[in-house]
């Protein structure tokens, strides 16, 4: 029996996490889920958006599962999903993109995951204003050896245990010498402990120019804070979206999963909501957990249920008549 802290979020979060975990406890995994708060639903009713008791769940259970938060504006964490990061020290955030069938993109070969530092770069949180009329502001990009080293070396681990066969390190180092530098000096030297794994380097602005023209040729990507966030947006974008795109966040003593889109509050409570992203998430928690059958059951069985393309969400199929339960339904239906 695993125990893992489920938070629901904001907006559409409620509705596709029911369907995640509907899909999870069909595949026979036997999961005690720990449900607590974050976000703004956490706001209003605990007054803060990340309450101590979701902290001391996740102390507890070091296995979280997320829904789409919505960061309170003007109060509390600037991020909820940053201070959540550096908190547990979750510093290799892993986003797969690759291509579905049924899903028709400018693409077929794509087949790209991007694995990202997460507590570091320009996302520390070190910013302020450097007058006292607040129009000049300074922020504080931070790049260390450690967290250099060990989210490099996550990204060769996960290359050779996946039977990936390239690691490109996308970095600004000809402009940004010293953090960037730092970083890339950590990515050459780690490449020499990992012969099996071909090694290659890009400058982050060219590499976003060749992903659009010709994705094929990337394969496990490490890059920092910021870089990271937006490659791995782009890279949704090349298979279909984000509604499409799971998210992990790995560190050396837990591990968070969710959906990495918005909490869509327009379409809050509409039955509309795609759940494969967050599914897809739920995938790679089973597999972290060691449930290898279950989380193989269900990614095959969602790919059919996309591939096939009626029990579908309209964002997937236009003329789909159904929604995210229904779609949850077929999931379900569709494992063996």
């Excluded at 502001?137 to 790049?143: H, R, T, Y």
């Excluded at 982050?204 to 990271?228: I, L, R, S, Y």
């Excluded at 998430?281 to 193989?296: I, P, Y």
């Amino acid at each position: 029996m695993h125990k893992v802290t489920l938070i629901k979020g904001d907006g559409v979060g409620p509705s596709i996490m029911d369907e995640a975990v509907k899909v999870i406890d069909a595949s026979g995994t036997k999961i005690e889920w720990e449900e607590a708060f974050a976000g703004m639903s956490a706001f209003e009713k605990f007054e803060t958006p990340l309450p101590s008791e979701t902290m001391i769940s996740f102390d507890k259970t070091r296995v979280a599962f997320k829904g789409p938060l919505t960061t309170v504006v003007g109060g509390g964490f600037r991020s909820i999903n940053v201070a959540l990061r550096q908190q547990y020290e979750l510093y290799a955030n892993v986003r797969p993109a690759n291509n579905w069938d049924g899903i028709k993109t400018r693409f077929d070969n794509v087949d790209i995951v991007i694995v990202r530092e997460n507590t570091e770069g320009l996302y520390s949180g070190l910013e302020h204003y450097l007058t006292a009329k607040k129009d000049i502001a300074e922020s504080l990009a931070v790049v260390t050896r450690a967290g250099s080293q060990r989210v490099i070396e996550y990204a060769f681990k996960y290359a050779r245990d996946n039977q990936r066969k390239k690691v490109t390190v996308c970095h600004k180092a000809n402009i940004l010498k010293y953090t960037q530098g730092l970083f890339l000096d950590v990515a050459r030297e780690t490449a020499t402990k990992y012969l099996d794994i071909q090694f290659d380097e890009k400058i982050v602005d060219a590499a976003c120019m060749h992903m659009v023209m010709k994705p094929e040729q990337f394969d496990v990507v490490v890059t920092t804070n910021m870089f990271g966030d937006i490659l791995s947006d782009l890279t949704a974008g090349l298979v279909g979206g984000l509604g499409l795109i799971p998210g992990a966040n790995i560190g050396d003593n837990a591990a968070l999963f969710e959906a990495v889109h918005g909490s869509a509050p327009d379409i809050a409570g509409k039955n509309l909501a795609n759940p494969t992203a967050v599914i897809m998430a739920g995938v790679m928690m089973l597999n972290h957990l060691g449930e290898f059958d279950a989380a193989k059951r269900i990614d095959t069985a969602i790919k059919k249920v996309v591939k096939e393309g009626k029990y579908v969400t309209p964002d997937l199929n236009p003329d789909s008549k159904y929604g995210t339960k229904e779609m949850g339904d077929a999931i379900v239906g569709a494992m063996v």
